[in-house]
């Protein structure tokens, strides 16, 4: 495959897969941000061996906050923050092809940061069906953002 810059954000990674689940592509202002995390997932690729499903990628603001009442409604806490990084196209929730492979590419990931492989990203998290990863501005002592999330708001997009 070759590499159109109107079909692809990197190598292995599309604007049609990153784009809001409710068909809003990322708004020229942000796809530097998308870029930035393309880049650290080709690394995350590349060490993983396999190609990685995207669940989630950008969000609108409007789209991130039906998500937010939706999980509220089903008296569930919401998997999705106000000021996500989704909004800016700084986040992903992805996870392997294979569901039974997570605990593999969990693990996979964490090994990655704790080697210094992936720089740019600034914080990270574990849920249940996907792994979050999001270029966010690291503090100045370096601090990476991890949290383990319940997993409401992309179950609910899908």
């Not at 020229?28 to 990685?52: D, F, H, M, T, Y």
């Not at 999001?134 to 002592?141: E, I, L, M, S």
Request: some cysteine.
């Amino acid at each position: 495959m070759s590499f159109d810059p109107k079909i692809n954000i990197s190598d292995n990674f599309t604007w049609i897969e990153a784009q809001c689940h409710d068909g809003t592509a990322i708004p020229e202002l942000l796809k530097p941000n998308a870029v930035k995390l393309a880049s650290q997932l080709e690394i995350v690729r590349a060490e993983w061996g396999n190609p990685i499903s995207t669940i989630c990628w950008y969000r609108t603001a409007a789209h991130n906050e039906a998500l937010r009442k939706a999980a509220e409604a089903v008296g569930r806490t919401p998997g999705t923050a106000k000021d996500s990084q989704h909004i800016l196209a700084k986040a992903i929730d992805c996870r392997p092809l294979k569901m039974r492979d997570l605990p593999a590419f969990i693990s996979c990931v964490e090994s990655l940061l704790k080697r210094g492989k992936l720089p740019r990203i600034g914080g990270w998290g574990t849920y249940p069906q996907w792994v979050h990863l999001d270029v966010r501005d690291k503090p100045a002592d370096g601090h990476i953002a991890f949290w383990r999330g319940e997993g409401v708001a992309a179950e609910m997009a899908a």
